[in-house]
């Protein structure tokens, strides 16, 4: 394949080559050497997002997502790389609830890894006989799967993170800190009035802690990196930490102001914050505080969130919208498109060693996002999540016309079957 006269993140226009996996050339003009040639025209090319966490929720759960329709939705929104969570039923926390999930990956149109999880009486022996992703999510407090998990158990699995040569990806909220007094509440703020700010913070800080006490103890290098932070102040204290961190779409471009229109549609783990705590967390991301968005991609059917507030599941979905969003909010100069590809390309293959992915140069696998020229809606109806709804509706995106990954097109906009085949492999094989 060739890809003609694209303009990359850096502003460069150039013609990028690609043969069988790989990109072979990325020159100002190069002649075609057989096979398709892609007219871009001017349009930004960008490489494949890494999605560091999905919830893909099969085995257990395929009526709210499957890997077949969570890795289509991925390949439409630019994804080319998605590492599914381990709470899953039965939960990713032995070989065999690894092989389940791996079965089910066969469906998966695009790259992924599988991470392993950490529960009492979790078989780590059978779990990293396996290539597993990385560890975690971690859960210092109870989310979707009842996954929560105490000091003790949670630095046990840092040791053993530590000792396999993998970082260990935490969920930092402090169960103890939550307010109990918002349980009198109905409305769609209570959520986030009762998983408080400072719980976040303070959990950070404790895995933090005891993480740097496994290091003292330890001679493997041991890297923890924060889930979903959601505060500027989790951000600042895991920076202080030298951990890495991730935030995302939901909680860079959604905030409590907006629960009111959401309802219960709008609770998650960790639950939205005030616009000013969203607007802080934007300046960190756009600043270089944040290594990476992950979108925390974590359907529901809309039957299941149309509940009261503290009987609704919490997650929402995003990993079809992250990119687009990204690139409209770089559209309107908030970001740089450069900031862009950091955050959803470089950044995470640097946190969790993807060698040859993340950046558009020679000998890197072909993993290509081909931009659209204008942002449009977004609109439930078009995406390809199979819980069919988005708390993103109406806003602007920027939305892929091709996206190749690792040289195979696994979405293509104007084709009349835009998927490829169910051709994905586990990253950690490659």
């Known amino acids: 394949m060739l890809i003609r006269n694209a303009v990359l993140p850096d502003g460069r226009r150039r013609d990028i080559q690609v043969v069988g996996e790989r990109i072979a050339a990325v020159e100002r003009e190069l002649e075609a050497e057989g096979g398709r040639v892609v007219a871009a025209a001017g349009r930004r090319l960008f490489p494949g997002m890494i999605d560091a966490h999905v919830h893909l929720r099969e085995p257990g759960f395929g009526h709210k997502e499957t890997w077949a329709s969570g890795t289509k939705s991925a390949a439409a929104g630019g994804v080319t790389v998605a590492v599914d969570q381990p709470n899953t039923d039965p939960p990713t926390v032995d070989g065999s609830g690894f092989d389940r999930t791996a079965a089910a990956a066969d469906a998966a149109v695009i790259d992924y890894g599988i991470n392993g999880g950490a529960v009492p009486g979790w078989d780590p022996d059978s779990l990293f006989d396996r290539p597993v992703f990385a560890l975690g999510e971690l859960f210092l407090a109870d989310s979707t799967g009842e996954m929560g998990i105490d000091a003790e158990l949670f630095a046990d699995a840092l040791a053993r993170a530590a000792a396999e040569g993998m970082p260990a990806t935490v969920h930092a909220e402090d169960a103890d800190r939550f ?7 109905d409305d769609a703020d209570a959520w986030s009035a009762y998983r408080l700010a400072e719980a976040e913070r303070a959990a950070v800080e404790q895995a933090c802690a005891i993480a740097r006490e496994c290091r003292a103890r330890a001679s493997e290098e041991l890297a923890v990196h924060i889930a979903h932070a959601s505060t500027p102040e989790a951000i600042d204290a895991a920076a202080a930490a030298g951990a890495t961190v991730e935030v995302t779409p939901h909680h860079l471009f959604l905030s409590r102001a907006d629960l009111p229109d959401l309802g219960t549609h709008g609770r998650m783990n ?13 300046d960190r991301v756009a600043d270089g505080s944040v290594d990476m968005i992950a979108t925390d991609h974590a359907p529901h059917t809309a039957a299941e969130k149309d509940t009261d507030i503290w009987s609704a599941p919490s997650g929402v979905p995003g990993v079809e919208t992250a990119l687009p969003l990204l690139l409209a909010a770089a559209r309107d100069s908030r970001l740089s498109h450069e900031r862009v590809r950091e955050l959803t390309a470089t950044g995470p293959a640097r946190v969790f060693g993807l060698p040859n992915r993340g950046r558009i ?38 939305f892929p016309e091709l996206t190749i990954a690792r040289g195979r097109v696994a979405y293509d906009r104007g084709a009349e079957e835009p998927f490829g085949p169910p051709a994905g492999r586990n990253v950690r094989d490659s």
Request: charged share 35%; aromatic share 6%; proline share 12%.
């Open 270 to 282: 960790p639950p939205l914050r005030r616009e000013s705590r969203r607007r802080a967390v934007f």
């Open 361 to 398: 140069v020679p000998g890197n696998y072909a993993d290509l996002v081909l931009i659209g020229a204008e942002p449009r809606p977004i609109r439930a109806a078009e995406l390809h999540t199979a819980c069919d709804w988005t708390p993103f509706e109406g806003r602007p995106g920027v």
């Open 179 to 185: 307010d109990e007094r918002a349980r009198d509440r």
